[in-house]
């Protein structure tokens, strides 16, 4: 079974500063999917960003990059030029392709335990 | 367009009563989720329908778990004869096809059973 790993309960940062969160996971599988997604104190679930494994590129969106290291099961999460609406609980997030019993592909997303970031002003 | 939606936002209810939450996926997504979030077991996974398929049900905890979906749209999962264990934040997230699709999450229904 995979599993998903993240080991900073909490983490701090100055606004516009840059903030690195760790993500570690389990698995026996070669292609599959990471996810970040953000949690506000509103509940929703956000994605933040998303990277293919077969992918060696690094995934970025604006302010948001990961390292991945595939070999290592690694997906960190960097924020550079942190802002105060950054201030969330952070999950990482692993789903596998591979076909499930249903004749689908095992669609769930098996989450980590989240960090808290704080944003100071 | 419009996101996931879930109804209610809170629910507080007595232990034994039986309660249904809510889910309105966005328009044209075929596959639902529901998963569970709470303090001592984290993120979890519940249940899966895509499409007209059979759901997959291997996250549902216990029996009294059940979750329909209608017309292949809104999404009712019932819980019943509540117990303390089972107040969590629920969370419904939808996708357009199966795999190799993100999922985007509803706001969630926060259930606190007394």
């Known amino acids: 079974a995979q599993t998903v790993t993240q080991s900073q309960p909490e983490m701090s940062v100055q606004e516009a500063e840059t903030v690195t969160l760790s993500c570690t996971y389990d698995?026996?599988?070669?292609?599959?999917?990471l996810f970040w997604y953000k949690q506000p104190p509103s509940r929703q679930m956000i994605l933040v960003i998303r990277?293919?494994?077969?992918?060696?590129q690094n995934a970025t969106e604006n302010r948001f990059s990961v390292n991945f290291q595939k070999a290592a099961k690694s997906f960190s999460l960097k924020i550079s030029d942190s802002q105060l609406g950054d201030a969330a609980m952070y999950f990482c997030?692993?789903?596998?392709?591979?076909?499930?019993?249903?004749?689908?592909?095992?669609?769930?997303?098996?989450f980590g335990t989240g960090t808290l970031l704080a944003v100071q002003p | 367009g419009a996101g996931v939606s879930q109804s209610p936002s809170n629910k507080v209810t007595e232990k034994g009563k039986d309660v249904e939450l809510r889910c309105d996926p966005i328009?044209?997504?075929?596959?639902l989720y529901w998963y569970r979030q709470s303090l001592g077991q984290g993120l979890e996974f519940l249940i899966y329908?895509?499409?007209?398929?059979?759901?997959?049900k291997s996250g549902l905890p216990s029996d009294r778990f059940s979750a329909e979906r209608t017309g292949g749209s809104v999404s009712t999962l019932t819980i019943q004869r509540t117990q303390q264990e089972d107040s969590a934040v629920y969370l419904c997230?939808?996708?357009?096809?199966?795999?190799?699709?993100?999922?985007?999450f509803g706001p969630g229904t926060r259930l606190l059973v007394l």
């Open positions: 997230a939808s996708s357009l096809r199966r795999h190799q699709e993100t999922q985007y």
């Open positions: 997030a692993y789903r596998s392709v591979r076909l499930g019993r249903y004749g689908g592909a095992t669609n769930k997303l098996i």
């Open positions: 329908f895509q499409g007209n398929s059979a759901p997959d």
């Open positions: 328009s044209g997504h075929t596959a």
């Open positions: 990277q293919e494994a077969y992918k060696q």
């Open positions: 698995t026996s599988e070669s292609d599959y999917y």
